[in-house]
């Protein structure tokens, strides 16, 4: 890793030059737009604040790179990575595998361009931030403060994708699932699950406390083990967007939300399957979801220490798992298992468990997954109330200027249609005046 003092050197040379650039360009009669990335709907008087973006890490521009070896000395992956600040640099570098390094780069760089296009300013001006919890935002106010007044955008980075969305006044969350992040018998698979039944059957047991019994039975009404994965992505996706939002961090127990999925017909939409280059087509999933709350899991959480909240969750998860061994002993055989706990003959859309009466279901968040690939990604975005946040410096918060909304209004905001997602390059994360130099170091 490069010296500290000679990083924030490259940075102060590289603005310098980005700058020279602009006026140069902006000096021709072809001049750069607004924002200095071409916008479209996508930035300018027209934006809306709601931003859905999608890329593939495997893109032409960086799938030559395939070790951590080649990531430190491809002109590529470094041109990337010399538009990020020295510390942000440092942050990418710090993960051992190369695929890794490439998916915070280019979340990174989505979240700069995310702002940059939002407040009207340049790349390397606007300020980003995090929670406490680690959710991500941005100090530097949006251009239109009063169609937009609680700007914030959430990034995912998982398998094949890169996902960024925003909202103007709802907090949002998104979560990307993907096949090989989870990896019953505990290994990596690349594709697919080349597992056993019995590894996917200790992999849901071991993570039986996370889930309620109705997502468990939606899980288990599956005939397939591929199926049941693919089940249990999009409610994991779920869990994760709706701890993104809120910003709780680790220390949220998942089992205090539970949700409920319902197919949705999209009609004619079809998401582009473009790895490789390709551009096939195929139906997605949609789903829209309801999500059930344990009353009183609001941001008064955050007041208390992690430390404390980890320890009951460990001395939770500890018991819980104890008592679900004892029952599992006395079953006769594992097909009991499947009859009695998680019952196979349950309709996927099925309404909440009254085995949850400690929860109940909330008007103020809404959620929709779909799927985004044949491998089987699933991407997931939640929007919900700013009074659920949970942000113990207030930072934040403080970004956000509308806290009030009447029940009227905020189910108005919910009802918007979902803006579909927007396929980016990796060239398309590069300010525009910096773009053609960018691609003529990308190997043909």
């Known amino acids: 890793m490069l010296p500290k003092v000679h990083v924030k050197t490259t940075w102060t040379i590289f603005k310098s030059l980005y700058d020279r650039l602009v006026s140069v360009s902006m000096a021709n009669d072809d001049a750069v737009p607004e924002f ?7 930035g300018g008087k027209d934006f809306d604040g709601r931003f859905r973006w999608i890329l593939r890490i495997d893109g032409p521009e960086l799938s030559h790179i395939t070790d951590e070896r080649e990531s430190k ?3 590529v992956f470094n041109f990337l990575l ?3 600040p020295p510390a942000e640099r440092e942050k990418v570098m710090a993960f051992v595998f190369v695929d890794d390094r490439k998916r915070t ?7 700069r361009r995310c702002a940059a296009l939002a407040s009207g300013q340049s790349f390397h001006d606007v300020e980003l931030a995090r929670t406490k919890g680690k959710k991500p935002f941005t100090k530097t106010p949006p251009a239109y403060k009063d169609r937009m007044p609680n700007f914030n955008f959430n990034v995912s980075h998982e398998g094949s994708f890169v996902g960024l969305a925003s909202e103007p006044f709802a ?3 998104i979560d990307i699932a993907a096949p090989s992040q989870f990896r019953p018998g505990g290994r990596r698979a690349k594709s697919g699950y080349a597992v056993s039944s019995e590894g996917i059957a200790e992999f849901f047991r071991d993570l039986q406390d996370s889930f309620g019994v109705s997502e468990w039975t939606t899980i288990h009404s599956f005939d397939t083990d591929e199926l049941k994965m693919a089940a249990f992505r999009r409610f994991w996706s779920c869990k994760e967007a709706f701890v993104k939002a809120r910003g709780d961090g680790i220390v949220f127990p998942l089992h205090h939300c ?4 319902q197919q949705v017909d999209e009609g004619a939409d079809r998401v582009l399957d473009f790895k490789d280059g390709r ?3 195929f139906t997605p999933e949609v789903y829209d979801v309801t999500v059930k709350i344990k009353p009183g899991e609001t941001n008064q959480q955050a007041t208390r220490p992690a430390k404390a909240l980890r320890m009951q969750k460990i001395a939770t998860i500890k018991r819980q798992r104890a008592e679900a061994e004892k029952a599992r002993k006395e079953l006769d055989s594992a097909s009991a298992v499947s009859s009695s706990e998680y019952p196979v003959d349950s309709p996927i859309d099925e309404q909440f468990s009254d085995a949850e009466p400690s929860l109940s279901t909330s008007s103020k968040w809404r959620l929709r997954v779909q799927r985004i690939d044949k491998e089987g990604h699933y991407v997931t975005v939640a929007r919900g109330p700013v009074c659920d946040i949970v942000d113990a410096n207030g930072e934040f918060t403080a970004t956000l200027t509308r806290k009030e909304f009447t029940d009227s209004e905020w189910k108005t905001i919910l009802d918007e249609p979902h803006p579909p997602f927007e396929v980016l390059t990796i060239a398309d994360l590069v300010p525009q005046p910096l773009r053609s130099k960018f691609l003529s170091l990308v190997p043909s």
Do not use: Q, Y
């Open 105 to 111: 780069l280019l979340g990174r760089l989505m979240a």
């Open 279 to 281: 551009s096939t087509e």
């Open 258 to 261: 539970i949700f409920k999925l």
């Open 36 to 42: 200095s990335w071409e916008h479209g709907h996508n």
């Open 73 to 75: 000395t491809d002109p």
């Open 171 to 173: 907090v949002c969350g």
């Open 82 to 84: 010399e538009l990020l």
